[in-house]
T-cell receptor
Framework: RKEVEQDPGPFNVPEGATVAFNCTYS??????FFWYRQDCRKEPKLLMS???SGNEDGRFTAQLNRASQYISLLIRDSKLSDSATYLC??????????FGTGTSLTVIP | DGGITQSPKYLFRKEGQNVTLSCEQN?????MYWYRQDPGQGLRLIYY???????QKGDIAEGYSVSREKKESFPLTVTSAQKNPTAFYLC?????????????FGPGTRLTVL
């Protein structure tokens, strides 16, 4: 079983739509959780960390459910510039980072 | 500005040749990592190092070697033993504090074996 699993998509949504991504992780001892954004042929960049209490940054909301071992990312009012691949990343107590395969999002005009 | 640099950006090599990819960081991070990414796939860990002069194999270490002689530098050698080396290679670093924080990535090296 993979450490981190994501629906690869692709998600094709119109501008202004709300879209949600989910990610599950297998290690209940995982310590930290992140969403990264990766543009085509570029390196991943941190979008936001995910805290137990949930956190919001503008149009982006991330939530963590430790009991069910999943992480979610909600994007409201999608922009064309949101088109990218979104990576779910989990950090374990041994300081290794585990990456999902990514979810591809295309926002259509 | 602090950050991670990787060189070269694009690299071509002939089959049977070893090649070394450079990774340097000036973030004063203890931990450094090498990943490989193939088209349509996630990042797979090759090697990581949590401290100078120490490193551990990741999930796909066969055919690769690393060194960590300085805190700032973590070069990766792709040897001729690596059966399918064409890929996008990403170097990353973090503070190394357990469960603490994010990884920062370099811009990557795209290796093509001819």
């Amino acid at each position: 079983r993979k450490e981190v699993e994501q629906d690869p998509g692709p998600f094709n949504v119109p501008e202004g739509a709300t879209v949600a991504f989910n990610c599950t992780y297998s290690n209940s001892a995982s310590q930290s959780f992140f969403w990264y954004r990766q543009d085509c042929r570029k390196e991943p960049k941190l979008l936001m960390s995910v805290y137990s209490s949930g956190n919001e940054d503008g149009r982006f909301t991330a939530q963590l459910n430790r009991a069910s071992q999943y992480i979610s990312l909600l994007i409201r009012d999608s922009k064309l510039s949101d088109s990218a691949t979104y990576l779910c990343v989990v950090n374990d107590a041994g300081n290794q980072f585990y990456f999902g395969t990514g979810t591809s999002l295309t926002v259509i005009p | 500005d602090g950050g991670i640099t990787q060189s070269p950006k694009y690299l071509f090599r002939k089959e049977g040749q070893n090649v070394t990819l450079s990774c340097e960081q000036n973030l004063n991070h203890d931990a450094m990592y090498w990943y490989r990414q193939d088209p349509g796939q996630g990042l797979r860990l090759i090697y990581y190092s949590q401290i100078v002069n120490d490193f551990q194999k990741g999930d796909i270490a066969e055919g690769y070697s690393v060194s960590r002689e300085k805190k700032e530098s973590f070069p990766l050698t792709v040897t001729s033993a690596q059966k399918n080396p064409t890929a996008f290679y990403l170097c990353a670093s973090s503070t190394g504090l357990v469960g603490a924080d994010e990884q920062f990535f370099g811009p990557g090296t795209r290796l093509t074996v001819l």
